[in-house]
């Protein structure tokens, strides 16, 4: 149960029935009104605004409402105390043995604690990764399927149906480029000397597999071939090479794709056409001039009538072309061509990682999405911004094989990919980050993922020391039985109210499209954790087995798996398996 969510149920009922009392009036739209945790815990449980929001239409003064309405909730099951505050907030005050009732249903929920019905199977399209398939995946790559992945799986946990898909840009330039960077490659291993690498071409030693593999298939099948016999092939058998590399990259991460989009399929199969129609029936597209961009004038801008796309209309800065000079269409056309695709696929809710470069070009997706789906469709845009990649605090020298950056395998070889996908996590997503490697592998506080981790390994420990010590068959039927009035200290309390808000920690996250709030959220809970097994050390009353006392220690025991299963769960968005001990 999202406690949150119930109580704010429990109020928009106190102001229906003030309504229907004629202390209200008839009608008042309730939506804003909420029940969240106050900023001062001091202050209370649970904060509403219901007074505050509701005044203006009400054309009452928010504290009258406050008034009238704390009597009706101090009447609702659970609440001990209702309070007004400034000028009309309230706060709520819920009774311990209601926060310990929360402990059952986290015990018969076990790791699915959390899982909620808020997105009702609506249908969610989230691309991530989509790197171009001309190299490695890189550590910029990596926050990007990490963020992606987990945002995915988020949304997945709190009921909305996802799909997760990768947009392969396999047309355009970039590919030629790898077609005749492949040659090379391939003329070098037929024993051909090929010098230098010219300028434009990619230099990356990871080529030289791609090109022996194509000598190893066709022998010299290609050579004294002109361009245009040899390149279509070549560059579609670099592709497939280096998307198989990227699929086996993505995988030892844990990452795993429902869809692989072809940019080139999509436009072969006249969906690029097919979009310019919808556009162009809607009165959309236009021919026109469009103004140099302010300041310097690009070398190559050109000043001619184009085939222009309204986007202004839909709150970008300019109208854009959806055609070059020679006719052929846009990347933008393409683009907007993929998104009608996933719409005439049922996703009229679409959310794209992408790299922090591509800021620029959200406002125009984002108008191109709403033109073309006549105002049905949304599309959310999380950037990832760069991750540089130290050891000690110094910068980790480039990757050899991929000749400029640093690899994602060179990072899963370094630390694992546990310690990826949670690091990653640890910043939102638009933050710079720094990933240290000694960092993200020592055993402090400070590494996050360790701290959790041991949080977790320190519940099974428990459990093992409870088994030990002659109490065993401890199931869910068991613990959830035990009598949970005998927690009574302010530690546990306290560590029952966290657990408590884990359902709104993750349909909050949900709603934010913003994984990272749940590896916050993870390290709090470990942290009041591991500060009240260090209690214990100090208090021997406070130890979680008591073995003169088999009520207490149940109780305790029942607290102790109610935190790794919450754990377990937090863990499970991110693809990250809890550890059942440290070593």
């Given amino acids: 149960m999202n406690l949150f969510r119930h109580i704010a149920g429990e109020i928009t009922r106190a102001l229906q029935d003030m309504a229907a009392a004629g202390e209200l009036p008839a009608g008042l739209d309730l939506s804003a009104v909420t029940a969240e945790p106050p900023r001062d815990p001091a202050h209370g449980d649970i904060a ?302 679409m959310i794209d990682v992408w790299g922090a470069d591509h800021g620029g070009y959200v406002k125009r997706m984002q108008a191109a999405v709403k033109a073309i789906t006549g105002g049905k469709g949304a599309l959310d845009v999380k950037l990832c911004q760069l991750v540089r990649v130290l050891k000690g605090g110094e910068l980790v020298r480039m990757s050899k094989r991929a000749g400029s950056f640093v690899t994602l395998r060179d990072l899963l070889d370094e630390v694992g990919a546990d310690v990826v996908r949670f690091t990653m996590l640890t910043r939102k997503n638009d933050a710079p980050f720094d990933f240290d490697l000694v960092k993200a592998t020592e055993q402090s506080r400070d590494n996050q993922v360790w701290y959790v981790q041991y949080a977790h390994a320190r519940t099974r420990s428990v459990m093992r020391q409870a088994a030990a010590a002659g109490f065993e068959g401890l199931d869910a039927a068991v613990l959830v039985a035990a009598r949970h009035e005998r927690l009574v200290d302010a530690g546990e309390l306290s560590l029952i109210k966290l657990l408590a808000q884990w359902p709104r920690q993750v349909e909050a996250a949900a709603q934010a499209h913003e994984p990272h709030r749940i590896a916050f959220y993870l390290y709090e809970l470990a942290s009041q954790f591991h500060a009240h097994w260090n209690r214990g050390k100090e208090d021997g009353s406070l130890r979680f087995v008591v073995e003169a006392d088999r009520e207490l220690t149940l109780a305790r025991i029942a607290l102790v798996q109610a935190v790794g299963f919450v754990i377990q769960s937090g863990l499970g968005i991110f693809g990250v398996p809890p550890a059942e001990e440290m070593r």
């Fill in 48 to 349: 509403t605004n219901a007074a505050m929001v509701l005044a203006k239409p009400a054309r009452r003064k928010p504290r009258e409402i406050a008034e009238a309405l704390v009597g009706r909730l101090r009447q609702v099951a659970g609440v001990t105390a209702a309070d007004i505050a400034g000028p009309g907030f309230i706060n709520l005050r819920l009774s311990d043995d209601f926060w310990r009732a929360r402990l059952a249903e986290i015990l018969q929920a076990g790791a699915a604690y959390g899982d909620s019905d808020l997105g009702k199977g609506t249908p969610v399209n989230v691309e991530y990764v989509s790197a171009n398939p001309t190299g490695p995946l890189h550590v910029a790559h990596a926050r990007g399927a990490v963020v992606g992945d987990a945002l995915a799986n988020l949304l997945a946990k709190t009921g909305y149906g996802v799909t997760k898909e990768y947009y392969i840009n396999d047309a355009g330039a970039q590919v030629d480029t790898l077609g005749r960077s492949t040659y090379l490659r391939y003329q070098e291993a037929l024993g051909l000397q090929i010098g230098d690498i010219p300028e434009g071409l990619y230099p990356g030693e990871y080529l030289k597999d791609v090109g022996r593999k194509l000598a190893e298939r066709d022998g010299p099948k290609w050579l004294n071939q002109p361009e245009e016999i040899w390149l279509p092939a070549v560059r579609d058998f670099a592709i497939d090479e280096l998307m198989e590399s990227i699929r086996d990259d993505l995988d030892a991460m844990g990452v795993h794709m429902d869809v692989f989009t072809s940019e080139r399929a999509l436009v072969q199969s006249g969906a690029v056409e097919a979009a310019f129609k919808a556009l162009s029936d809607a009165g959309l597209i236009y021919q026109g001039r469009l103004e140099p961009p302010k300041g310097q004038k690009p070398d190559d801008w050109e000043d001619r009538e184009q085939t222009l796309f309204r986007s202004t209309q839909f709150g970008d800065d300019v109208d854009r072309p959806l055609k070059k000079s020679d006719g052929s269409w846009t990347y933008f056309a393409n683009d907007i061509a993929n998104h009608h695709d996933k719409f005439r696929r049922g996703f009229a809710e």
